[in-house]
């Protein structure tokens, strides 16, 4: 894996994005931002599922209104995300919130770009701007000049945006570049990566629905973070937000770059295995579900790899003609009949997580 | 992108693994293979969904036996997977077998090897052999020297087993290196690549439960096709196989390496959508999957980056306050009440790509 891209570390409230920062994990909500019960309970919910930093759309003034009410009861740093309006920003910052989306080169000139920076370096913890350059929505005269949304024209963008800020002396700036093109994404990240050092946010936008849009996000955001590159990471998926945390958690434990959890491995069965594997697998992974420690559990099928990868795990079941042999940190510790095998490996995940 | 690895091409009945040749998606069978109607039924089933080369576990001479008859009756390539038995292999390979895996190190030595390569190469088209290296059944010797599977360990296994193959001059070699850790694997490839050239079958073994294997799939896939690594693969999911295919169909598309039917890109809605985005983007899902040309539908929530996405796809619809602007080709075409938009858009499809 490339070492981790060297970047400006900026503060989220009481996290940090970049340097050597756990890579966060952000979502947005759904509802409609001007409807405060519903936006609140969203933003529990994906707190509670584990988002670190939650979004907000602010199309309007009665949005924006709410921002002060949302920031005050939640236990998450929220974003504002605005285009083209900057009264919208400014409210947002009155209010309280951690961060802003906006595009500078959207919102009317020098002068009110120079305005919303000074006030978002006014609070005690400077509030940090993201600019979120999307294929979807490039300048006309970039399209026009570089033939389309291509990495180089989104990079583009992204550097004129950002010497906008830097032209009124504001630096706590994150840089998304987000296509639904995956190759597109990954080659604009890089393209910028040797032009700035402010950290980035990213993510496959419009992924599409739940199931083919993790595979695409956890492809291209895989790829991504081997390459070094990511800061924060959003996955987006046509659906309910929370999915969107599991798996930008997934994609992140899949790397070893976080932790979330129990890792359970299990192996694709074939034809030499000889118990109910599919069955077994599932209910390990609800068991694996309660726990937070890092541990490794694997559920295999076979006497070919089972034993093998048994062993490296912290815990472990090998399958054979209707049992299981129960491996914890490298030893056999019994065999128990294929009904027996969950009750034995609850057994000995209390021991090993006693509490958790 | 890393330009994809330069590597030898071995042929697998009709197909070609490596070179430039399309990065082939294969599966296997968890049926017993000593039951000939059920894992008949399971290959064919396997094919429909995609699959080029689908693989049996051969664990005994009445599995064995039947290979005939599966390789009569496939339209697809067979592979017999076998362990430690070379009188296994020699009966895959007189039953018409097009793949052999078997780990030439594990056969009981010099003599077997030679036995099983001579027989391999004797075939009018000469039977490729993978050398499937596991972390979970790595050679004792090595696990002591690395102090575990590491990379290094798999590497050097792999190398072992390359070169008693080499030795009885067998250079129709395909290998693979899996490990439960996404990272090690990737690793492992890496290394090997800049000491062979043979063409890597690329997966993350027991990548674990369907959702979460795939997304461990889709990562640790996508960062090895990202550097240019791999030439088959196979997704590895605890469950039915034939969902494998579909996920390794879709982490090829997502790079664009090969296509196989429409895409559909569509925004995670939020705060400024109007339209139930949710049940629109499954429904255009549906209509797509019987799209067999490469076409990239967007289904957009709003105003902001929806008619950008939508005009860059062929089709494509960016909702408004319960209605939606339908785009073909860059072009909006006209604007539905939001009831009508389906009937719209597949209308279109079938005006785009009559009668697939």
Redesign the interface.
Known sequence: ?QPRRKTKSVQVGPLVIGGNHPISIQS???????DKAA?LEQIRQLSAAGCEIV?????DGE?ADNLAYFCKNSNVPLVA?I?FDYHLALTAIEAGISKLRINPGNIGGPDRVNLVARKAKERQIPIPIRIGV?????EKDLLANFG??TPEAMVESALRHIRLLEAVEFFDIVVSLKA????AT??AYQLLAQQCDYPFHIGI?????W??????S??????L???GLGDTLRV????D?VR?VA?GQ??LQ???LRSFGA???????????QIN??SL??QV?QLAAAVHQPLKI???GCA???????R?ADLGVAGGKGEGLIFRKGEIIKKVPEDQIIAALKEELEKLVPGD
């Open positions: 894996m947005m909500t759904t509802s409609d931002t001007r936006t979004r907000l759309a602010v199309p949005a995300d285009h999307n294929a979807g929505s490039l389309g949304p639904s093109s995956v190759p990954i080659e936008t419009e992924a599409g629905t199931f083919k849009g993790s595979i695409r956890a492809v291209g955001l895989g790829a973070l081997w390459e987006s998926l046509t659906g937000p969107e798996v997934d994609i899949a790397l070893q890792t359970v491995v299990s192996c694709p069965t074939c034809g030499r295995c594997l599919e697998a599932f992974e694997a559920v295999m070919v790899n089972g034993p093998g990868e048994a490296e």
